[in-house]
């Protein structure tokens, strides 16, 4: 990992307030994106009947260790690009969270998939592989590609969600899967020229400025709207 770093605490998915290392680790895991995440493993969920609320809780909980914790440390750690949170949280500490969390992460789904669901094993292998295929650019960061992170980080969640709830899959779950894979796409294609932007934001000229306000909206909308269509969903079922 570089030693290199570049300021990222003054993106808006960061907290405005508390000290450094606060904030640098709001910012190591990326709340928006890991709630986008997590909507798509709730959208998933509802497609079912009957749903099985604490399956909800607990693969919220699988992805929140999973995505919003452990692969986003192992990001800081393998990543070839300059990441900032390593400047604050050393490989060690960054190695402890992701080891931790992934555990965690794992002995939950391994719970439920002896009990009640063990198709879910085609899931907790396939985004256990990318956890570190992607986040550590294994194989010449073959899968360190948009469309692989739209898949494992889009569609995967939808999937794991609604294998939770039935132990099967559907077509309309496929179908799911591939839109919000859709929505992940287009978060990491304004997500690669906004970081690149914001790394030079002190030299930008105003043609530049505007692009940067422009991706970070993209951003912002994407991601608040894909949680607030989680959030709808999850309402609505509750309430029917």
């Not at 077509?171 to 997500?191: G, P, Q, R, Y």
């Amino acid at each position: 990992m570089r030693n290199n770093s570049v300021d990222r605490t003054s993106e808006w998915f960061v907290p405005k307030f508390g000290p450094a290392k606060f904030r640098s680790f709001a910012g190591l895991l990326f709340l928006p994106y890991t709630g986008m995440v997590l909507s798509f493993s709730v959208i998933g969920s509802v497609l079912a009947t009957p749903l099985h609320w604490d399956r909800i809780i607990a693969i919220v909980i699988i992805f929140f260790f999973g995505l919003g914790i452990g692969a986003h440390a192992l990001d800081a750690l393998g990543s070839k690009e300059i990441k900032p949170w390593g400047a604050v949280f050393t490989p060690s500490q960054l190695r402890l969270l992701a080891i931790t969390s992934l555990i965690v992460a794992y002995a939950i789904a391994i719970f439920y998939t002896i009990r009640y669901v063990p198709f879910l094993w085609s899931m907790a292998l396939c985004e256990g592989f990318f956890v570190f295929a992607y986040n550590l650019e294994w194989f010449h960061g073959r899968f360190h590609t948009d469309a692989w992170f739209a898949f494992s980080w889009g569609a995967l969640p939808v999937l794991s969600g609604y294998i939770m709830q039935t132990n099967s899959i559907s077509v309309a779950a496929l179908a799911l899967a591939a839109s919000m894979a859709f929505f992940s796409l287009i978060e990491i294609k304004a997500s690669r020229p906004y970081r690149a932007l914001k790394r030079r934001s002190n030299a930008l000229d105003e043609d530049e400025k505007a692009l940067m306000i422009r991706f970070e909206i993209i951003l912002q909308s994407v991601s608040t709207g894909v949680i607030l269509l989680g959030a709808g969903l999850l309402v609505w079922r509750m309430t029917n």
